[in-house]
């Protein structure tokens, strides 16, 4: 029977401190490493916020659904089908019953909403996130938040409704003298000023006949529910200052109604009809009450002037999704993304100084 050999003695403090160390570096780098995904989309967000590039826009799209198809796959391979599974149910039922506490609590079927445009500056910025308040009450919305309120009868508002595109109207200046070339910015504060049905300009400007401006001038508003008065105010264009041409106050009937920042900001979703679609997030100016039914007219900040004038109809209380109460910066890009709202948009290379 063979002798069995004597293992050498080893301090066990010794053997087990190498391993320690190993123990100890190897998750602590993979640690570190599972986060780099993560920071990466976060500089490619910031990125988008600067710069709008659509290519960049996209990149975050499919660097989301990889990164999502990703954990899961290292979820299911580290913990099983099942676990995966569960954990995912568990998520979405917190996720949508977070989602009905919002809407129970804030009374509005869409109390999360992120901003598209940059036609609220300096208030709200591209890729806000807003949270709102939705409007149950219409009476006693407009009675506390001290917006004008005219009152407008049926056969009136049926009028201007039927007849809206003559309700397209916005001031511009010309530049030479038979008014065929025009811009919302002047170099000098005596350029003329008139009003052109914007309907009209859009038509011409899909024909490739902006030279012909001139056939869109409006040279009386008699008979207009809504009249419009115009002013010359500032703007920054790329850091440069300018002069803007702005609507400064309207006439609603005999009401007028003057410029007010202080009005709550609403949001509303467009129809079919309007120029510009989806959830237009802007100032409300004056409230339209023609019996029990209330019509917003409303205006972006950092518009020259209100939605009705470049084509969208007053908004129902019915289209109405609620009023901010709560705004988040950068947060809502990630909606904006996912939505396939991706690229520059026009105006944020300005800002009217209020």
């Known amino acids: 029977m063979a002798a069995r050999r004597s293992r050498p003695k080893q301090d066990i403090g010794q053997a087990i401190k190498p391993q320690a160390q190993r123990a100890g570096q190897a998750p602590g780098a993979k640690g570190l490493l599972q986060y780099v995904p993560y920071v990466i989309l976060v500089v490619l967000v910031s990125i988008y916020a600067i710069y709008n590039n659509v290519i960049i826009g996209i990149a975050i799209f499919l660097f989301i659904i990889a990164l999502v198809v990703t954990e899961l796959k290292t979820s299911i391979k580290s913990e ?65 938040e001290h917006v004008p309120v005219i009152n407008v ?52 400007s899909l024909q490739n006949k902006q030279n012909q401006y001139y056939k869109c001038m409006v040279t009386t508003q008699y008979g207009n529910l809504i009249r419009y008065n115009y002013s010359i105010g500032n703007v920054t264009i790329n850091g440069v200052h300018e002069f803007v041409v702005q609507t ?82 950068a947060l809502g890009y990630i909606k904006l993304i996912l939505g396939g709202q991706v690229g520059s948009v026009p105006g944020c290379n300005q800002q009217i100084q209020r």
Request: aromatic letters at 12%.
């Open 153 to 204: 009868s049926r056969a009136a508002f049926s009028t201007m409704y039927d007849g809206i595109q003559s309700e397209y109207l916005a001031y511009f200046a010309y530049v030479n003298n038979n008014a065929s070339k025009i811009s919302e910015y002047v170099n000098a504060t005596n350029y003329p000023v008139a009003l052109y049905n914007t309907a009209c300009l859009d038509t011409l």
């Open 248 to 329: 400064s106050k309207i006439l609603v009937g005999s009401t007028v109604v003057s410029e007010n920042f202080s009005n709550p900001i609403i949001v509303y979703q467009t129809t079919s009809q309007d120029y510009f679609g989806g959830d237009i997030i802007h100032r409300l100016v004056a409230v339209i009450r023609t019996g029990s039914s209330y019509y917003f007219l409303t205006r972006g900040d950092n518009n020259p002037a209100l939605d009705i004038e470049f084509g969208n109809y007053p908004p129902s209380t019915n289209q109405t999704l609620g009023y901010t109460v709560f705004d988040m910066p």
């Open 80 to 144: 099983g089908a099942k676990k995966s599974i569960t954990d995912v149910a568990i998520a979405l039922v917190i996720a949508v019953s977070l989602w009905g506490i919002l809407i129970f609590t804030l009374q509005t079927k869409a109390p999360i909403d992120a901003v598209a445009s940059c036609s609220m500056l300096p208030v709200l910025h591209r890729g806000d996130l807003v949270f709102l308040h939705g409007i149950t009450n219409a009476t006693s919305f407009v009675m506390q």
